[in-house]
Antibody, heavy 118, light 107 residues
């Protein structure tokens, strides 16, 4: 079955760029949206955005000015870059596979903790 | 953005009880409503999609209903492993938004 695994630095300095990659195994990136969702400590879930397998993204307007997503079908990976991070961006970041019909996320990575601190 | 409001924020119930969680959308989302379960330290897990569709592998004691702005998740016979936080999510329009969560505790 399809599995997802996030990777990237666990510590990022304020004002720098957070970069995460999600590797898809057991399936291809075709025909789905590929999502990023985060959860701040002790808080609920926040949708960051997703990128369609064709490369077309949709970002949360609250983060749109700082977020870039990309997809590399040859490597079965998709990525998130978040610029100018602050302590408020400290969170567990999840990647997910999202259906293109009802837009539910049925496969999730385990999550990776990113701390923004100097 | 569509705001999702869940109630209650937490509940405590006994094994075997029937439990209902409510989710209300600030505007109509037709049936674009999903439910997730998150156990502590784990990623969310999809339970219900499209308001009432049971995700493969999810026990049949979980069920969802509703349409438009009002939705419910029911656990018909609570089990110890159901101790978790439950989130609703609307996927009708961007940005996708989640409810604040309902923590279910087993007495």
């Amino acid at each position: 079955q399809v599995q997802l695994q996030e990777s990237g630095p666990g510590l990022v300095k304020p004002s720098e760029t957070l970069s995460l990659t999600c590797t898809v195994s057991g399936g291809s990136t075709s025909d789905f949206y590929w999502s990023w969702i985060r959860q701040s400590p002790g808080k609920g879930l926040e949708w960051i955005g997703y990128i369609y397998y064709t490369g077309s993204p949709d970002y949360n307007p609250s983060l749109k000015s700082r977020v870039t997503m990309s997809i590399d079908k040859s490597k079965n990976q998709f990525s998130l870059k978040m610029h100018s991070v602050t302590a408020a961006d400290t969170a567990v970041y999840y990647c997910g596979r999202t259906s293109s019909g009802w837009t539910y996320t049925d496969v999730w990575g385990n999550g990776t903790t990113v701390t923004v601190s100097s | 953005d569509i705001q999702m409001t869940q109630s209650p924020s937490s509940l405590s119930a006994s094994v075997g009880d029937s439990v209902t969680i409510t989710c209300r959308a600030s505007q109509g989302v037709t049936n674009y409503l999903n439910w997730y379960q998150q156990r502590p330290g784990n990623a969310p897990k999809l339970l219900i999609y499209a308001a009432s569709g049971l995700q493969s592998g999810v026990p049949s004691r979980f069920s969802g209903s509703g349409s438009g702005t009002d939705f419910t998740l029911t656990i018909s016979s609570l089990q110890p492993e159901d101790s978790a936080t439950y989130y609703c999510q609307q996927s009708s329009s961007s940005p996708l938004t989640f409810g604040g969560g309902t923590r279910v505790e087993i007495k």
